[in-house]
């Protein structure tokens, strides 16, 4: 008997918003250019490609004669063009109205450039939530994909999965499988051999997981998006030589194999059976081919940073939505909110994602120039705002001005978010593993610590506690907000039995215009005499290190600086440096134009130090940078009863 095995061969590609244009040309030729050109000459070879508007805008631009080519292919109905959210976005965590206005975006886009409106779409990492129905079904999309694992845990048996139907809400779409097994199979051996196994499978009477559409005809059918595995299989030759290999392997099975679309075999199917698919259990992708925790949402406990960034579009969100009257000023503020819902800003990706520093600064610009555009010119008033922001269940504290945004939450009465409007830059955007770094949190440390220490870990290592106190990650009581005077007052109460347990903490945040003042009053509760250092710690984010980035002066010096291992003409020292008896620090961003100086109101020692994190982006592991920190340090001697003041100031302009 003669076995025909209709093919559906699927091409995702996807970059995410703020990644360099020389990864979107590498990508382009190694593997769009040579995937799409040689598709070309093999007509009778249909293939369903699904880009990110992300990645077509940056193709319309760079290059326009790939954007002909595929007008070519659509024309002659060779390739099926595949919809979803314009910015790659992780729907089931962004709001209904952004979903649909995502998915229409690219729907719109796709319709003027190459004359046809997508019937179906591609889900990020095809990562599932069942709420996702509805908004697919609303904006007219027929159709998605799900790998056979899903359908294996929606208690389908492996060996008959097929195309079903999904409800949800009175809303259905169809779900075609997507074959995990081919996709394995294509990146480790050629094309020709895996088929030839399929083929003796099927004499043999061992049909296998291949999938078996209600068609009534009795064709069988596999869905597969390969190209990005085997294209990076044989380094020493061409990418056009590995596709044309591939597509020379496929044209060889023509006798029993029927190209098709998803397009066309939608329109045939039925009698379908209905499915209810459960949360998507792996996000593979997502993770760098990791498994992850059950629920995508999971990221967001795993990643405080990308939880920030979630945080920062809902309440973006809420903003825009108050607007009124102007709908041309909305639907612009809603396209710079989209830029940063792509789902590479909430988990750690194949390009790098929330580890990676420029795809966080392109997702906050985004979200900063959406909340300026919202703003009303006339009528904003500089506010201080108690609300639970990071949607812990805590309120936190949000200064607004038109220069600054402040966010403060009650752990270590620390600052979590530092937004310069004037460039739309958050100077608090870092990163750091298992573990949230913010700005003015506060440690209590023995008179013995040194740079070398900080550096090696000791204040975050196993026995920090013992020696150490880190105000920074305790609960801090608010004392008073000064809604009128843009001031808020909070306490550390004593903790008897902590290193420096015995110390009270009254920490003052107040802000006028570009400054942001914070004064400290450390009270010894004790009975005896307590003898340490006071570091506030402070994390910066530049645009990158070194002195193309970043240029440091020392204001009022009275020493010169000492830098441990300098390397001549940076400014800074590669692995932190020591800076004595200063009046004030400036840092000056020279990408985005701002001086930063921190001050005191009495002359301070300093450690400066960049801080660097491990990100992995397509398999390659960099050591990259997220922030430079900055340690002032108020030596203290507190007998019972004494206290010691401080004050600091930090001016952006």
């Not at 009975?527 to 002195?547: C, Q, R």
Request: with cysteine; proline share 6%.
């Amino acid at each position: 008997m003669d076995h025909i095995l209709r093919f559906i061969l699927g091409s995702h590609y996807h970059i995410p918003y703020g990644v360099g244009d020389d990864e979107f040309e590498a990508a382009y030729k190694t593997n769009l250019k040579p995937f799409v050109s040689t598709l070309y000459k093999y007509p009778k070879i249909q293939a369903t490609l699904h880009y990110s508007g992300v990645l077509l805008y940056w193709l319309e631009k760079a290059h326009p004669e790939f954007f002909m080519l595929l007008e070519d292919l659509v024309s002659r109905k060779q390739i099926e063009l595949l919809g979803g959210g314009f910015y790659e976005p992780m729907m089931s965590l962004i709001p209904l109205s952004d979903k649909i206005g995502q998915i229409e975006m690219l729907t719109t886009y796709l319709r003027k450039h190459f004359g046809k409106r997508p019937q179906g779409c591609r889900l990020p990492a095809l990562a599932w939530e069942p709420h996702i129905v509805g908004p697919l079904s609303t904006c007219g999309m027929g159709y998605t994909f799900l790998e056979e694992r899903q359908f294996t845990l929606a208690g389908v048996e492996a060996g008959v999965i097929e195309p079903c139907i999904t409800e949800d809400q009175g809303k259905l779409i169809t779900i075609f499988p997507v074959s995990n097994r081919f996709k394995e199979a294509f990146a480790q051996r050629r094309a020709s051999l895996v088929l030839e196994d399929w083929v003796h499978e099927q004499n043999r009477g061992d049909t296998g997981p291949v999938q078996n559409p209600v068609s009534g005809d009795g064709k069988k059918l596999i869905c597969v998006f390969p190209e990005q595995l085997f294209a990076e299989n044989g380094a020493s030759e061409s990418a056009e030589m590995r596709f044309h290999r591939f597509f020379e392997d496929l044209s060889s099975f023509e006798s029993q194999i029927e190209f098709t679309s998803p397009g066309k075999l939608f329109k045939g199917l039925r009698g379908l059976k209905k499915i209810y698919f459960p949360v998507s259990q792996e996000a593979g992708v997502l993770s760098e081919g990791k498994a992850s925790n059950p629920a995508v949402r999971q990221f967001l406990i795993d990643y405080p940073e990308a939880n920030h960034i979630y945080a920062k579009m809902m309440f973006t969100h809420i903003l825009i939505n108050q607007l009124r009257g102007d709908k041309s000023r909305k639907r612009i503020a809603r396209e710079e909110l989209w830029k940063a819902q792509g789902f590479d800003a909430f988990c750690p990706g194949v390009y790098g994602g929330v580890c990676r520093h420029s795809i966080r600064k392109a997702a906050y610009k985004a979200l900063l120039e959406a909340e300026k555009i919202s703003r009303e010119q006339s009528g904003f008033i500089p506010s201080v705002l108690h609300f639970d922001f990071d949607l812990d269940g805590e309120g936190e504290y949000l200064f607004r001005n038109g220069y600054i945004n402040c966010y403060i939450q009650l752990e270590g009465a620390a600052v979590f978010e530092l937004d310069y409007l004037p460039k739309v830059w958050n100077y608090l955007d870092t990163f750091a593993p298992g573990f949230r770094r913010t700005g003015f949190a506060d440690y209590l440390v023995s008179p013995e610590l040194t740079l070398q220490d900080t550096l090696e870990g000791v204040l975050q290592g196993p026995q920090a506690q013992l020696s150490h106190r880190y105000c920074g990650g305790e609960p801090f009581e608010l004392v008073s907000m000064d809604k009128e005077h843009e001031q808020v007052h909070f306490r550390l109460p004593v903790h008897p039995g902590l290193p420096y347990g015995n110390i009270e903490l009254e920490k003052r945040y107040q802000i006028r215009k570009d400054t942001l003042k914070v004064t400290y009053v450390l009270i010894n509760r004790g009975t005896g005499t307590e003898t340490g250092k006071f570091i506030p710690s402070l994390d910066l984010s530049f645009p990158g290190e070194g002195e193309s980035f970043v240029r440091l002066v020392k204001l009022q010096t009275a020493h010169t600086v000492t830098p441990p291992h300098e390397e001549p003409g940076t400014g800074f020292a590669p692995d932190g440096m020591v800076m004595t008896d200063a009046a004030g620090i400036t840092l000056e961003d020279l990408k985005n134009e701002v001086s930063i100086t921190l001050r005191s109101d009495l002359n301070f020692d300093a450690w400066i130090m960049p801080i660097r994190t491990p990100c992995r982006i397509q398999g390659a592991l960099y050591r990259m940078y997220q922030s430079t920190c900055i340690m002032p340090i108020r030596p203290f001697l507190l007998e019972p009863g004494d206290c010691l003041a401080a004050e600091f100031s930090l001016r952006i302009y």
